[in-house]
Nanobody, 124 residues
């Protein structure tokens, strides 16, 4: 089992920044990719960004490219999501997830482990 704990959410004005953290209890072959997803009220959970532990390859949703940056700290088993130029439409619960390598990193079904989520609210 792998536990994921997110932190760093909060309330911010439009144009502001937040950094989310996701600490993993351990890294395994089945958790080679770490992803961030978000879910707004009455909407489906959607892909935001992903990163591989090995090599640090990154992937982003079009809606956050140029504004969000995903990174990882291997010794700390922690993944970060730096969110800049936040918009009201970024308001959602943000979830961290861990899964294996593969081409379906943008799908929720790709991931076996999920954190509890952290609320991000962007006011206009």
């Amino acid at each position: 089992q792998v536990q994921l704990v997110e932190s760093g959410g909060g309330l911010v004005q439009a144009g502001g920044s937040l950094r989310l953290s996701c600490a993993a209890s351990r890294r395994t072959f089945s958790t080679a990719v770490m992803g961030w997803f978000r879910q707004a009220p009455r909407k489906e959970r959607e892909f935001v960004a992903a990163i591989s532990w090995s090599g640090g390859t990154t992937y982003y949703a079009e809606s956050v490219k140029g504004r969000f940056t995903i990174s990882r700290d291997i010794p700390k088993n922690t993944v970060y999501l730096q969110m800049n130029y936040l918009k009201p439409e970024d308001t959602a619960v943000y979830y961290c997830a861990a899964g294996p390598l593969g081409g379906t990193y943008y799908r929720t079904l790709h991931y076996d482990y999920w954190g509890q989520g952290t609320q991000v609210t962007v006011s206009s």
